[in-house]
């Protein structure tokens, strides 16, 4: 049996909001039901934060829970306030860490290298763990779980990005001096090089982790897919409901426009209203999101835009007819949470966007269906679904998905590092 005192660093770990803690939040709950003592690092809610729609999954007095602050000059950087005062320390903060970090400045988890190994290593040596897991982004939280073992030879070290690193579209990457860049590659490379696992939700996104490694030594770090999932508990109060009115198609769409990928949703937009004005059937899209002011301008009688709603989501899933997946040219080929998150409502995905490895697997999988050209092909995915033209059969495969057996593949991994 392996060991089952863990360590989990994970920056936004419930109750913070946002879904940077949904993945870790879920796997910490069926870790502990599989008998491990949880103990999580995590970064200090803000002021007037939002309770994580995750929380009760944490709610546990198995589950020990330490806090950080966050640095700073990070906090007025990741400031939302438009007052003259944050506009102010935002433009100060951005300059000071240009000067004083190494590295990408928008890295949440930055100057705090000093807080994290130290309070790690009391837990460590309190509780004689000897499981740490840590998740990014932020990516100087692998880093520091890296140092943490270097202090802890001993110590099995797993760190799941949630993202790409070094190649990531976001977090500054793109836009990094030469030293700058050479400070990523040097943390990334002391990772491979000292840790014992790197798990990413998807091959693709493995395979682009390895190629960015730039060091010279041998890494020691294995590479294994730990795919997002689903939280069977979230599913046993829905029943399937029946269609309400044959007239009508709900299509639903929960999470972030990416970038790149909003040309595609206002295109479908266009289509379904054209459809709807001249039609006795009825097209109905309803969108939830954070950032859901930005998609006030498409609000008719037919398309509601409308703030995330949690766990409640699952609710309006168990009413649609699919659930719309969009994405973009940079994560065309990764299956987000949502796209496992919903795979018990046996609802088919319909998907927009960049073609990639999803939509091939929609198609080839019989999940869904895809629409290559959204101008072209929409009207005609809406009047197929309407005579009844559409079956897919591949929806009934979906239990090997669960949190509880992504948990089984963590203790494997725990012991044979073990063994």
Same mark, same amino acid.
Request: charged share 30%; proline share 1%; net charge negative.
């Given at each position: 049996m392996p060991n089952k005192k863990t360590l989990?660093?994970?920056?936004d770990f419930p109750p913070n909001d946002g879904i940077g803690g949904r993945r870790w939040a879920k796997m910490a709950k069926w870790l502990l039901k599989s008998g491990h003592e949880i103990h999580v690092i995590k970064s200090k809610s803000k002021v007037g934060n939002q309770n994580s729609a995750w929380l009760s999954d944490v709610e546990s007095d198995d589950i020990h829970i330490y806090e950080v602050n966050s640095y700073l000059p990070v906090k007025w950087l990741n400031s939302k306030d438009n007052k003259f005062s944050d506009k102010l320390k935002h433009k100060f903060s951005a300059i000071y860490l240009t000067f004083f970090s190494n590295g990408t400045i928008y890295d949440?988890?930055?100057?705090?290298?000093?807080?994290?190994?130290?309070?790690?290593?009391?837990?460590?040596?309190?509780?004689?763990? #000897? =499981?740490?897991?840590v998740t990014g982004a932020p990516f100087n939280l692998i880093y520091y779980a890296a140092k943490i073992k270097l202090v802890f030879p001993k110590l099995f070290v797993l760190a799941d990005y949630r993202d790409p690193w070094l190649n990531a579209v976001n977090y500054g990457m793109q836009n990094l001096s030469a030293k700058n860049k050479l400070a990523e590659q040097n943390k990334q490379n002391l990772v491979f090089e000292s840790i014992d696992v790197i798990t990413a939700p998807n091959s693709f996104l493995?395979? #682009?982790i390895k190629s960015t490694y730039t060091g010279?030594?041998?890494?020691?770090? =294995?590479?294994? #897919?730990?795919?997002?999932?689903?939280?069977?508990?979230?599913?046993?109060? *829905?029943?399937?409901?029946?269609?309400?009115?044959? !007239?009508?198609?709900?299509?639903?769409?929960?999470?972030?426009?990416?970038?790149?990928?909003?040309?595609?949703?206002?295109? *479908?937009? =266009?289509?379904?209203?054209?459809? !709807?004005?001249? =039609?006795e059937h009825l097209v109905e899209l309803?969108?939830?999101?954070?950032?859901?002011k930005s998609l006030y301008q498409f609000q008719n009688a037919a398309i509601s835009v409308k703030p995330s709603v949690g766990k409640d989501i699952f609710k309006v899933i168990s009413e649609a007819d699919y659930v719309l997946i969009l994405l973009a040219e940079h994560n065309k080929d990764f299956k987000t949470t949502k796209f496992y998150e919903f795979l018990p409502f046996q609802k088919p995905y319909l998907y927009i966007g960049s073609l990639g490895e999803v939509a091939k697997n929609i198609s080839e999988d019989e999940m869904g269906y895809v629409i290559k050209d959204v101008k072209n092909e929409t009207v005609s995915f809406i009047?197929?679904?309407?005579?009844? !033209?559409?079956? *897919?059969?591949?929806?009934s495969k979906f239990k090997n998905h669960t949190f509880?057996?992504?948990?089984?593949?963590?203790?494997?991994?725990?012991?044979?590092?073990?063994?």
């Open positions: 989990l660093l994970c920056w949440k988890a930055i100057g705090k290298e000093r807080d994290v190994v130290k309070l790690a290593s009391k837990i460590i040596e309190l509780n004689k763990i #000897e =499981n740490l897991i493995l395979d #682009e010279s030594n041998l890494t020691k770090a =294995n590479f294994v #897919e730990l795919p997002h999932a689903y939280d069977e508990d979230d599913f046993l109060i *829905f029943e399937k409901l029946k269609k309400q009115n044959s !007239n009508v198609l709900k299509i639903v769409y929960a999470g972030s426009v990416y970038l790149g990928a909003k040309s595609y949703l206002e295109e *479908f937009i =266009n289509q379904i209203n054209k459809y !709807n004005s001249k =039609n309803e969108i939830y999101m954070d950032d859901y009047e197929s679904h309407f005579s009844s !033209n559409l079956v *897919f059969k591949g929806l509880q057996k992504r948990v089984e593949l963590i203790n494997n991994l725990i012991e044979k590092i073990d063994a």
